[in-house]
């Protein structure tokens, strides 16, 4: 099948996950993704967290599907010399090294820029240029915490909390990619290329928004109203920890169902719209709270809210999480079971959508990744495997040119 990104070819000289999540993320749409990876070693991740001696570890194996891997040392001359044809030939490249480790290597952009006027030059860093952390190296907590989100998750009576979600890594990646894809239509139009670049920091920061939205409603109030603080208990002048409250203006509260004792999951997420009051109340059987004069609008339910999820509670203590949802579904209710990633994994909607996928594997058989979260009509992108390490590299400098001979002279030599 052709697909969109097929004939853009791509220098993936990333590593660990917030670089190889974007590039993976073209190579599912079609791009040529060649990974450029130490010769010995490659991604550390390859050999982080294995669940099988000497093969590529899951870590590796789920954020670098679909790409060749070319072992290259690109500190030795003659690794030098192969990058830059590369660079010639390339449409973009794609780095997260630590700061000024492109520049060291002899890579500046304006030296890729001579190298190749229409190449993109994608990067992730912790802090954005200029910051006055810019010479931070960064990884996922980190950018969590220094993003907004670590001070505005968790519980009021607990610490700062990050998040499961890579929203400094992955979140990173995906933003990457739209910068990438906006500067390959750019270049349609200007026949340039540019240094596109997006810090962990500012990508944590822009999925913080709403954060920064209350940090001003604070600071004119006083008070939040959609916050389980309010109103009886106590701010302060920075936007407290919510635990599990809506951050949209509806309350709502992740909820005990049966099992809830001996299940760490059996749980739902119940959200109390404003517009939903009257099927919430129908579903729960009080008809009596649509008119009640103490429930019947936000404002009046904002006192007695933890009563009124207890009372929910209540309701769920003979539902399992499923048998809840599929009542709630029925009221146009918005909520979720709350799902384990072993439910996850074996989701048969999850995996009919690809969203979920099995995938085979040279060394270690078939292993479950994600497959791509955006759909499209007239393509479903296929997931291949993760490449070995080095396991293009002969293929690759054929294509440069380079001979039996030389590739033997490049392999003993170490620079393959
Ligand atoms: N050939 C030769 N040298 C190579 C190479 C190759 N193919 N690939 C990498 N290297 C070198 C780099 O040039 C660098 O050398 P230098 O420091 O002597 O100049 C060295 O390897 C280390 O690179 P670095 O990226 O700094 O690795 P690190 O393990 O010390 O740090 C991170 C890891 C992730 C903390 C760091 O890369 C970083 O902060 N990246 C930006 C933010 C980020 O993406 N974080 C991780 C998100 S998952």
Known sequence: MSLPLNGIKIIDFTHVQAGPACTQLLAWFGADVIKVERPGSGDVTRTQLRDIPDVDALYFTMLNSNKRSLTLDTKKPDGKKILEQLIRESDVLVENFGPG?????GFSWERINELNPKMIVASVKGFSDGHHYEDLKVY?????????????TGFWDGP????????????TGMHLAIGILTALIGRDKTGKGQKVAVSMQDAVLNLCRVKLRDQQRL?????????PQYPHGEFSDVVPRGGNAGGGGQPGWVLKCKGWENDPNAYIYFTIQGHAWEPICKALGKPEWISDPNYSTAKARQPHIFDIFKTIEDWLADKTKYEAVDILRKFDIPCSPVLSMKEIAADPSLRASGSITEVPHKERGTYLTVGSPIKFSDLKPEITGSPLLGEHSDEVLAGLGYGTDDIKRLREGGVI
């Open 140 to 152: 996922e907590n980190v950018a969590q915490c220094a993003g907004g989100a670590a001070s505005t």
């Open 160 to 171: 700062p909390t990050v998040s499961a979600a890579a929203l400094g890594d992955s979140n």
């Open 101 to 105: 480790a492109l520049d060291r290597m």
């Open 219 to 227: 600071d004119r109030l006083g008070f939040l109203e959609e916050y």
